[in-house]
């Protein structure tokens, strides 16, 4: 059974830092994209970045400049370094990832439990 468990999140001061990781395990036969999403209190779930299997990478434009996505491959992993943090950036973070599982025909998407992050003034 596929699983993704996220590491990382917790409580930062406005300018600080903060590196999510999540890692994927279970019957794995390919994985296509991977991502972190953010939902914040009352609002919709969005995309923060996401990495394609050939590195190709896209960002929300708020946190352009700011974060950046990276994936190993071999460990199947992804991890999101947060620079420069604000208290909009305050919200749940979701792993995301798109792949085949053992046993299956074709891609599904996959999400973590999510992690908190929050961004004091």
């Known amino acids: 059974q596929v699983q993704l468990v996220e590491s990382g999140g917790g409580l930062v001061q406005s300018g600080g830092s903060l590196r999510l990781s999540c890692a994927a395990s279970?019957?794995?036969?390919?994985?296509?994209?991977m991502g972190w999403y953010r939902q914040a209190p009352g609002k919709q779930r969005e995309l923060v970045a996401d990495?394609?299997?050939?590195?190709?990478?896209d960002y929300a434009d708020i946190v352009k400049g700011r974060f950046t996505i990276s994936r190993d491959n071999a460990k199947k992993t992804v991890s999101l370094q947060m620079n420069s943090l604000k208290p909009e950036d305050t919200a749940v973070y979701y792993c995301y990832t798109n792949l085949m599982p053992v046993g299956r025909d074709g891609y599904f998407d996959y999400w973590g439990q999510g992690t908190q992050v929050t961004v004091s003034a």
């Open positions: 990495i394609t299997r050939r590195d190709k990478t």
């Open positions: 279970g019957g794995i036969v390919s994985i296509d994209v």
